[in-house]
């Protein structure tokens, strides 16, 4: 990631960072979501792209995941915020309960012989719940949208370099 190569980050850019998780973190869950959703009622193979695309998208809520923890590790400890600091102090733990409910899924749909409908609402229900674990990243980054145009020049180019990082997987 290129934005770790940075000697440091300000808060304002770290929260830039946040923003651009949540918005990462979110989009790869409810695409996933949708994904399985269209696979409802049918065996595993009968659909293919939709079957790629819901791959594409749980595994890509990992690596949204893996690219946060890289960066709060690199940087988190320097960090002093002036708002919600929890989200460096609770980040690992976060993030390692995050990683066990999607790994958890994962292995119920390539354990599933079909997908039937437990098994849909099974992941749809833990992807909500890896969504709502990172709420207080989600306030912080809805918080900073209201400034709109206003935010700062720092924000918008760590949220930016941070999306790109996230899209060169």
Known sequence: ????????????????????????????????????????????????????????????????????????????????????????????????????ILSRANMMVDAAPAYDEAVVEACGMAFQTVSGIFSEERAEAEQAATLGPMLPDEYKESRQLFLQDLAAR
């Open 1 to 100: 990631m290129r934005i770790t190569r940075f000697p440091s980050i300000t808060e304002t850019q770290f929260y830039g960072c946040v923003s651009a998780f949540v918005d990462s973190l979110t989009g790869e869950l409810n695409a996933a979501t949708i994904a399985l959703r269209r696979l409802t009622g049918r065996g595993k193979g009968g659909a293919f792209a939709f079957e790629m695309t819901l791959d594409t998208h749980r595994y890509g809520a990992l690596i949204v995941l893996d690219r946060w923890s890289t960066l709060v590790a690199a940087f988190g400890p320097q960090l002093k915020l002036p708002r919600r600091p929890e989200i460096v102090a609770q980040a690992a733990a976060r993030v390692q309960a995050a990683e066990e």
